[in-house]
């Protein structure tokens, strides 16, 4: 068995981030649905967290087709392009997905660590809830939410998956933006102008910093 560098460097990448985010993660789990104000929509709570792991799942044997480990005959176009690509393009491309991965992963487990006391694995208010703007939420309001989507797309351009890229865009992405969004009402019921305040400073940016010019 012979696995791509970059396949590699995304495995060690993501033991690396399953360490960090271990402690803050379980701390997060343990404190959900103790909210003061907590969401029941399934849409809101679970979806967008249920296809993210079906994205990884797609991920995983996307991986698995680009390093050419699947059984003889088994279509794997949609899984990995790896073999239409051009050796040269293609390993820019998956080395691309990596350093996106790698943004992702430092967005995402450094916004579950910027959050404090008030990080929880669901959408709700918590007892004792503050507007936190230290770490990686001096830059953009959702940073967690930022580094799932470039994670979960970084993964899916390192495997050269067309239909992981396409699950992660059209599927995965607008669903944490919708939980955002609601968060963000939520948020502004709670604590008013202080926290428009707050998002003024980043400039009303979601999951993308102000230093680029666009995005949402």
């Known amino acids: 068995m012979h696995l791509t560098g970059s396949t590699i460097a995304t495995i060690v990448l993501v033991l690396t981030g399953v360490a960090f ?11 959900r649905g103790r909210g003061v104000r907590y969401e029941r929509s399934f849409l809101i ?21 680009c390093n050419r480990l699947l059984c003889a005959g088994t279509p794997t176009l949609l899984l990995s392009a790896a073999s239409l690509l051009a050796e040269p393009l293609a390993e820019t491309l998956s080395w691309l997905g990596v350093a996106i991965l790698l943004s992702g992963l430092v967005f995402m487990v450094g916004g579950w660590y910027s959050l404090g006391e008030s990080f929880t694995t ?25 580094g799932i989507i470039q994670s ?14 396409l699950f992660t865009v059209l599927a995965v992405a607008p669903l944490w933006l919708k939980r955002a969004k609601y968060e963000e009402r939520l948020m502004i ?12 400073t980043v400039k009303w940016r979601r999951l993308i910093p102000p230093v680029i010019p666009i995005g949402v």
Do not use: W
């Open 21 to 31: 985010a271990v402690p803050v993660l379980s701390r997060g789990f343990r404190r």
């Open 189 to 200: 019921e709670t604590f008013g102008q202080s926290y428009m305040d707050y998002a003024a």
């Open 122 to 146: 669901d959408a709700e208010i918590l007892d004792k809830h503050c507007i936190r703007t230290n770490g990686l939420l001096k830059y953009v309001m959702h940073p967690a939410y930022s």
């Open 45 to 65: 709570q679970r979806a967008p967290q249920f296809t993210s792991l079906i994205d990884i799942a797609l991920i995983v044997v996307s991986f698995v087709a």
């Open 152 to 165: 979960l797309f970084g993964a899916s351009l390192a495997a050269l998956s067309p239909l992981a890229l």
